[in-house]
Protein backbone atom coordinates (compact mmCIF):
# COMPACT_ATOMS: atom_id res chain seq x y z
CA UNK A 1 0.00 0.00 0.00
CA UNK A 2 1.27 3.55 -0.90
CA UNK A 3 2.14 5.93 2.10
CA UNK A 4 1.18 9.58 1.90
CA UNK A 5 3.95 11.79 2.70
CA UNK A 6 3.80 15.30 3.01
CA UNK A 7 6.09 18.07 0.21
CA UNK A 8 7.31 21.42 1.12
CA UNK A 9 8.54 22.92 -2.20
CA UNK A 10 10.31 25.35 -0.52
CA UNK A 11 12.12 29.19 -1.95
CA UNK A 12 14.77 29.56 -3.94
CA UNK A 13 16.58 26.17 -5.14
CA UNK A 14 13.44 24.55 -3.55
CA UNK A 15 11.25 24.09 -5.70
CA UNK A 16 13.65 22.75 -8.67
CA UNK A 17 15.41 20.18 -6.66
CA UNK A 18 12.16 18.99 -5.56
CA UNK A 19 11.05 18.13 -9.10
CA UNK A 20 14.28 15.99 -9.08
CA UNK A 21 13.92 14.07 -6.18
CA UNK A 22 10.52 13.02 -6.92
CA UNK A 23 11.20 12.33 -10.02
CA UNK A 24 13.86 10.01 -8.88
CA UNK A 25 11.55 8.87 -6.41
CA UNK A 26 8.47 7.97 -8.93
CA UNK A 27 11.43 6.36 -11.40
CA UNK A 28 12.88 4.07 -8.25
CA UNK A 29 9.32 2.62 -7.86
CA UNK A 30 9.15 4.43 -4.30
CA UNK A 31 5.24 3.68 -2.53
CA UNK A 32 4.16 7.02 -2.07
CA UNK A 33 1.99 9.69 -2.82
CA UNK A 34 2.57 13.16 -2.24
CA UNK A 35 0.35 16.27 -1.13
CA UNK A 36 2.64 19.32 -2.29
CA UNK A 37 2.63 22.70 -0.98
CA UNK A 38 3.96 25.96 -1.62
CA UNK A 39 5.65 27.50 1.33
CA UNK A 40 7.57 30.04 2.40
CA UNK A 41 8.49 34.11 1.23
CA UNK A 42 6.49 33.43 -2.59
CA UNK A 43 3.63 32.09 -0.55
CA UNK A 44 3.86 35.24 1.79
CA UNK A 45 3.73 37.55 -0.90
CA UNK A 46 1.15 35.79 -3.36
CA UNK A 47 -1.45 34.38 -0.46
CA UNK A 48 -0.28 36.27 2.71
CA UNK A 49 1.00 33.13 4.69
CA UNK A 50 4.49 31.34 5.06
CA UNK A 51 2.75 28.08 5.67
CA UNK A 52 -1.01 27.80 4.43
CA UNK A 53 -3.58 25.68 7.06
CA UNK A 54 -3.41 22.83 4.56
CA UNK A 55 -0.04 22.81 4.46
CA UNK A 56 0.09 22.06 8.30
CA UNK A 57 -3.31 20.11 8.72
CA UNK A 58 -1.38 18.05 5.85
CA UNK A 59 1.54 16.84 8.44
CA UNK A 60 -0.54 16.74 10.95
CA UNK A 61 -1.95 13.99 9.30
CA UNK A 62 0.79 12.32 7.08
CA UNK A 63 3.39 12.97 9.75
CA UNK A 64 6.01 12.75 7.52
CA UNK A 65 7.35 15.78 5.46
CA UNK A 66 10.01 15.99 3.13
CA UNK A 67 10.78 19.90 3.17
CA UNK A 68 12.65 21.66 0.40
CA UNK A 69 15.15 24.94 2.15
CA UNK A 70 13.35 28.14 3.26
CA UNK A 71 14.75 31.53 3.03
CA UNK A 72 14.71 33.28 6.23
CA UNK A 73 15.25 37.23 6.57
CA UNK A 74 18.71 37.48 8.11
CA UNK A 75 18.33 40.06 10.86
CA UNK A 76 15.33 41.51 10.74
CA UNK A 77 11.75 40.14 9.67
CA UNK A 78 10.09 36.81 10.65
CA UNK A 79 10.91 33.84 12.67
CA UNK A 80 12.55 30.88 10.91
CA UNK A 81 9.96 28.51 9.24
CA UNK A 82 12.59 25.47 9.81
CA UNK A 83 12.83 26.38 13.46
CA UNK A 84 9.28 26.81 14.16
CA UNK A 85 8.54 23.65 12.63
CA UNK A 86 11.17 21.90 14.56
CA UNK A 87 9.78 23.53 17.76
CA UNK A 88 5.97 23.18 17.09
CA UNK A 89 5.99 19.77 16.48
CA UNK A 90 8.94 18.68 18.77
CA UNK A 91 11.51 17.25 16.42
CA UNK A 92 14.02 17.45 18.78
CA UNK A 93 16.63 15.02 16.85
CA UNK A 94 18.06 16.29 14.16
CA UNK A 95 20.34 13.85 12.57
CA UNK A 96 23.16 14.60 10.26
CA UNK A 97 25.04 12.01 8.64
CA UNK A 98 28.50 13.69 6.97
CA UNK A 99 30.22 10.56 4.99
CA UNK A 100 33.11 11.06 2.54
CA UNK A 101 32.27 10.10 -1.16
CA UNK A 102 33.81 9.44 -4.33
CA UNK A 103 33.26 12.24 -6.50
CA UNK A 104 34.89 15.03 -4.65
CA UNK A 105 38.67 14.72 -3.47
CA UNK A 106 39.12 15.97 -0.04
CA UNK A 107 41.77 15.97 1.53
CA UNK A 108 40.23 12.84 3.97
CA UNK A 109 38.84 9.98 2.41
CA UNK A 110 37.04 8.46 5.59
CA UNK A 111 34.96 10.86 7.18
CA UNK A 112 32.07 8.73 8.77
CA UNK A 113 30.20 11.39 11.38
CA UNK A 114 26.99 11.60 12.12
CA UNK A 115 25.80 14.85 14.27
CA UNK A 116 22.83 15.12 16.47
CA UNK A 117 22.18 18.51 17.03
CA UNK A 118 19.47 19.40 19.66
CA UNK A 119 16.48 21.23 17.67
CA UNK A 120 14.35 23.04 20.05
CA UNK A 121 16.34 24.93 22.31
CA UNK A 122 19.27 27.08 23.13
CA UNK A 123 19.57 30.22 21.43
CA UNK A 124 16.75 28.90 18.83
CA UNK A 125 13.89 29.54 21.52
CA UNK A 126 14.45 33.24 19.66
CA UNK A 127 14.13 35.14 22.92
CA UNK A 128 16.09 38.57 22.53
CA UNK A 129 15.83 41.80 24.31
CA UNK A 130 17.21 45.37 23.96
CA UNK A 131 18.50 46.28 27.42
CA UNK A 132 19.49 49.61 26.24
CA UNK A 133 19.63 51.02 23.16
CA UNK A 134 23.11 49.67 23.23
CA UNK A 135 22.84 46.61 24.61
CA UNK A 136 20.91 43.75 23.56
CA UNK A 137 20.87 40.26 25.07
CA UNK A 138 19.78 36.31 24.19
CA UNK A 139 18.36 34.00 26.56
CA UNK A 140 19.83 30.36 25.96
CA UNK A 141 17.64 27.66 27.05
CA UNK A 142 18.90 24.24 28.82
CA UNK A 143 16.40 21.81 29.84
CA UNK A 144 17.14 18.24 31.22
CA UNK A 145 14.17 16.40 29.42
CA UNK A 146 15.38 17.99 25.96
CA UNK A 147 19.08 17.50 26.96
CA UNK A 148 18.34 13.77 28.11
CA UNK A 149 16.16 12.67 25.08
CA UNK A 150 18.81 14.01 22.31
CA UNK A 151 21.35 12.05 24.19
CA UNK A 152 19.58 9.18 24.61
CA UNK A 153 18.72 9.26 20.74
CA UNK A 154 22.59 9.37 19.86
CA UNK A 155 23.48 6.78 22.18
CA UNK A 156 20.38 4.51 20.95
CA UNK A 157 21.43 5.54 17.13
CA UNK A 158 24.95 4.57 18.02
CA UNK A 159 23.87 0.83 19.09
CA UNK A 160 21.74 0.17 16.80
CA UNK A 161 23.56 1.13 13.74
CA UNK A 162 27.35 -0.67 15.28
CA UNK A 163 28.64 2.47 15.79
CA UNK A 164 31.68 2.46 17.86
CA UNK A 165 31.88 5.78 19.91
CA UNK A 166 29.65 9.02 20.92
CA UNK A 167 31.20 12.29 21.53
CA UNK A 168 29.75 14.88 23.74
CA UNK A 169 30.79 18.42 22.28
CA UNK A 170 30.39 21.09 24.90
CA UNK A 171 31.67 24.29 26.79
CA UNK A 172 31.21 23.89 30.22
CA UNK A 173 34.26 24.90 31.04
CA UNK A 174 32.36 28.47 30.55
CA UNK A 175 28.78 27.85 30.83
CA UNK A 176 28.72 25.89 33.97
CA UNK A 177 25.10 25.61 34.10
CA UNK A 178 23.50 25.18 30.68
CA UNK A 179 26.57 23.19 29.34
CA UNK A 180 27.49 22.13 32.43
CA UNK A 181 23.95 20.19 32.94
CA UNK A 182 24.52 18.61 28.94
CA UNK A 183 27.98 17.61 30.10
CA UNK A 184 26.98 15.95 33.42
CA UNK A 185 23.76 14.18 31.85
CA UNK A 186 25.62 12.97 29.21
CA UNK A 187 27.86 11.08 31.44
CA UNK A 188 25.49 9.64 32.94
CA UNK A 189 23.40 8.27 29.88
CA UNK A 190 26.73 6.93 28.59
CA UNK A 191 27.02 4.59 31.97
CA UNK A 192 23.92 2.75 30.49
CA UNK A 193 25.48 1.81 27.06
CA UNK A 194 28.66 0.21 28.17
CA UNK A 195 29.00 -1.45 24.82
CA UNK A 196 29.70 2.20 23.05
CA UNK A 197 32.63 4.22 24.00
CA UNK A 198 31.97 7.93 25.18
CA UNK A 199 34.20 11.10 25.34
CA UNK A 200 33.42 14.32 25.48
CA UNK A 201 35.57 17.09 24.12
CA UNK A 202 34.99 21.02 24.34
CA UNK A 203 33.74 22.92 21.25
CA UNK A 204 36.38 24.74 19.86
CA UNK A 205 38.96 22.21 20.34
CA UNK A 206 36.46 19.75 18.73
CA UNK A 207 36.91 22.22 15.41
CA UNK A 208 40.37 22.18 15.23
CA UNK A 209 40.76 18.42 15.90
CA UNK A 210 37.57 17.90 13.18
CA UNK A 211 39.70 20.00 10.39
CA UNK A 212 42.70 18.06 11.00
CA UNK A 213 41.96 14.74 11.33
CA UNK A 214 37.84 13.90 11.31
CA UNK A 215 38.26 10.48 10.89
CA UNK A 216 38.90 10.14 14.79
CA UNK A 217 34.93 10.88 15.60
CA UNK A 218 32.06 8.91 14.76
CA UNK A 219 28.68 10.13 16.69
CA UNK A 220 28.42 13.38 18.09
CA UNK A 221 25.99 14.75 20.18
CA UNK A 222 25.28 18.94 20.83
CA UNK A 223 23.29 21.59 21.38
CA UNK A 224 21.44 23.48 18.70
CA UNK A 225 23.72 26.46 17.47
CA UNK A 226 27.22 24.36 18.30
CA UNK A 227 25.40 21.21 16.09
CA UNK A 228 24.40 24.39 13.76
CA UNK A 229 28.09 25.20 13.11
CA UNK A 230 29.73 21.93 13.11
CA UNK A 231 27.52 20.41 10.23
CA UNK A 232 28.22 23.42 8.03
CA UNK A 233 32.13 22.60 9.47
CA UNK A 234 31.89 18.40 8.57
CA UNK A 235 29.84 19.44 4.98
CA UNK A 236 33.22 21.40 4.08
CA UNK A 237 34.95 18.27 4.97
CA UNK A 238 33.69 16.22 2.35
CA UNK A 239 33.02 18.69 -0.15
CA UNK A 240 30.38 21.47 0.60
CA UNK A 241 26.80 21.21 1.42
CA UNK A 242 25.13 20.23 -1.83
CA UNK A 243 25.44 16.67 -0.04
CA UNK A 244 24.85 16.15 3.21
CA UNK A 245 20.89 15.51 4.05
CA UNK A 246 19.34 15.48 7.26
CA UNK A 247 16.24 13.69 9.93
CA UNK A 248 14.55 15.94 12.32
CA UNK A 249 12.94 13.25 14.23
CA UNK A 250 10.49 13.75 17.05
CA UNK A 251 8.22 11.10 18.92
CA UNK A 252 5.47 11.83 17.24
CA UNK A 253 6.66 13.57 13.47
CA UNK A 254 9.73 13.39 11.57
CA UNK A 255 10.69 15.90 8.40
CA UNK A 256 13.69 15.35 6.13
CA UNK A 257 15.65 17.99 4.57
CA UNK A 258 18.77 19.17 3.17
CA UNK A 259 21.60 20.92 5.69
CA UNK A 260 21.75 24.11 2.98
CA UNK A 261 19.63 27.20 2.60
CA UNK A 262 17.71 27.94 -0.30
CA UNK A 263 20.83 29.25 -2.11
CA UNK A 264 19.12 32.01 -3.31
CA UNK A 265 22.00 32.96 -5.87
CA UNK A 266 21.70 29.85 -8.20
CA UNK A 267 18.05 29.31 -7.55
CA UNK A 268 16.72 28.90 -11.30
CA UNK A 269 19.75 28.89 -12.80
CA UNK A 270 19.70 24.97 -13.02
CA UNK A 271 22.72 24.59 -10.84
CA UNK A 272 21.94 23.31 -8.14
CA UNK A 273 23.01 19.88 -6.67
CA UNK A 274 19.86 17.63 -5.38
CA UNK A 275 22.01 15.22 -3.81
CA UNK A 276 21.68 16.53 -0.04
CA UNK A 277 17.70 16.55 -0.65
CA UNK A 278 17.58 13.34 -2.46
CA UNK A 279 19.88 11.95 0.02
CA UNK A 280 16.89 13.25 2.87
CA UNK A 281 14.70 11.36 0.53
CA UNK A 282 16.68 8.34 1.24
CA UNK A 283 16.53 9.04 5.33
CA UNK A 284 12.99 9.15 4.95
CA UNK A 285 12.58 5.80 2.74
CA UNK A 286 14.54 4.05 5.62
CA UNK A 287 12.16 5.55 8.55
CA UNK A 288 8.97 4.69 6.54
CA UNK A 289 10.93 0.89 6.48
CA UNK A 290 11.48 0.85 2.62
CA UNK A 291 14.81 0.11 2.94
CA UNK A 292 15.17 -1.05 -0.56
CA UNK A 293 14.03 1.48 -2.46
CA UNK A 294 16.35 3.95 -0.45
CA UNK A 295 19.42 1.59 -1.28
CA UNK A 296 18.61 1.50 -5.11
CA UNK A 297 19.21 5.07 -5.26
CA UNK A 298 21.85 5.59 -3.09
CA UNK A 299 23.28 2.64 -5.41
CA UNK A 300 22.68 5.04 -8.53
CA UNK A 301 23.65 8.38 -6.82
CA UNK A 302 27.28 6.73 -5.42
CA UNK A 303 27.74 5.19 -9.15
CA UNK A 304 27.16 8.46 -10.73
CA UNK A 305 29.90 10.47 -8.23
CA UNK A 306 31.89 7.50 -8.95
CA UNK A 307 31.51 7.99 -12.70
CA UNK A 308 32.01 11.73 -12.60
CA UNK A 309 30.89 12.29 -15.77
CA UNK A 310 27.44 14.18 -14.87
CA UNK A 311 28.33 16.10 -11.53
CA UNK A 312 26.80 19.96 -10.80
CA UNK A 313 29.11 22.77 -10.40
CA UNK A 314 29.52 22.47 -6.70
CA UNK A 315 31.57 19.12 -7.68
CA UNK A 316 33.43 20.99 -10.30
CA UNK A 317 31.58 18.99 -13.19
CA UNK A 318 29.23 20.79 -15.51
CA UNK A 319 25.93 19.46 -15.17
CA UNK A 320 22.80 20.73 -15.12
CA UNK A 321 20.74 19.77 -12.25
CA UNK A 322 18.51 18.06 -14.72
CA UNK A 323 21.68 16.25 -16.58
CA UNK A 324 22.84 14.76 -13.22
CA UNK A 325 18.99 13.34 -12.08
CA UNK A 326 18.78 11.75 -15.50
CA UNK A 327 22.27 10.11 -14.85
CA UNK A 328 20.81 9.17 -11.87
CA UNK A 329 17.49 7.56 -13.02
CA UNK A 330 19.60 5.58 -15.86
CA UNK A 331 21.68 4.65 -12.99
CA UNK A 332 18.78 3.17 -11.38
CA UNK A 333 18.48 -0.95 -11.13
P1 LIG B 1 22.88 28.31 1.54
O1 LIG B 1 23.11 26.95 2.09
O2 LIG B 1 21.58 28.55 0.89
O3 LIG B 1 24.04 28.66 0.48
C1 LIG B 1 25.42 28.75 0.84
C2 LIG B 1 26.26 28.54 -0.43
O4 LIG B 1 26.22 27.16 -0.80
C3 LIG B 1 25.75 29.33 -1.61
O5 LIG B 1 26.83 29.78 -2.39
C4 LIG B 1 24.94 28.32 -2.40
O6 LIG B 1 24.87 28.57 -3.79
C5 LIG B 1 25.66 27.01 -2.11
N1 LIG B 1 24.74 25.88 -2.09
C6 LIG B 1 23.85 25.57 -1.12
N2 LIG B 1 23.15 24.50 -1.46
C7 LIG B 1 23.59 24.11 -2.66
C8 LIG B 1 23.24 23.05 -3.55
N3 LIG B 1 22.28 22.17 -3.24
N4 LIG B 1 23.90 22.96 -4.73
C9 LIG B 1 24.86 23.82 -5.04
N5 LIG B 1 25.26 24.85 -4.25
C10 LIG B 1 24.62 24.98 -3.07
O7 LIG B 1 23.11 29.33 2.74
P2 LIG B 1 22.80 30.88 2.85
O8 LIG B 1 23.12 31.56 1.56
O9 LIG B 1 23.47 31.29 4.08
O10 LIG B 1 21.24 30.96 3.11
C11 LIG B 1 20.27 31.26 2.12
C12 LIG B 1 18.91 31.19 2.77
O11 LIG B 1 18.60 29.85 3.17
C13 LIG B 1 18.76 32.05 4.03
O12 LIG B 1 17.53 32.70 3.99
C14 LIG B 1 18.81 31.04 5.15
O13 LIG B 1 18.13 31.48 6.30
C15 LIG B 1 18.12 29.86 4.51
N6 LIG B 1 18.46 28.56 5.12
C16 LIG B 1 17.46 27.66 5.16
C17 LIG B 1 17.71 26.40 5.66
C18 LIG B 1 16.59 25.42 5.67
O14 LIG B 1 15.56 25.64 5.05
N7 LIG B 1 16.75 24.30 6.35
C19 LIG B 1 19.04 26.01 6.18
C20 LIG B 1 20.04 27.04 6.01
C21 LIG B 1 19.74 28.28 5.51
Redesign the pocket.
Known amino acids: MKKTITVFR ?1 D ?2 GPE ?1 TDSVLKVLEAAGAPLEYEMFNVGQKEWETNGKLIPDEAYASFEKNRVLL ?1 A ?6 GFGFR ?1 L ?1 VTLRTKYDLYANIRPVRSNSAVKTRFENVDVVIFRENTEGMYIGKENMVDEDTAEAIRLTTRKATRRIIRAAFDYAVKNNRRKVTCVHKANILKMTEGMILSEFREIAKEYPQIEADDKIVDATCMQLVIDPTKFDVMVMENLFGDILSDLCSGLIG ?3 LVPSSNIGDDYAMF ?10 AGKH ?4 T ?2 LWSACLMLEYLGENECAAKIRRAVDDVLTEGKHL ?3 LHGTASTDEYIEAVIAALK
Do not use: C, M, W
Not at 271 to 274: T, V
Open positions: GGIIKPITTPVSNGLGEAVHGSAPDILANPAFTGD
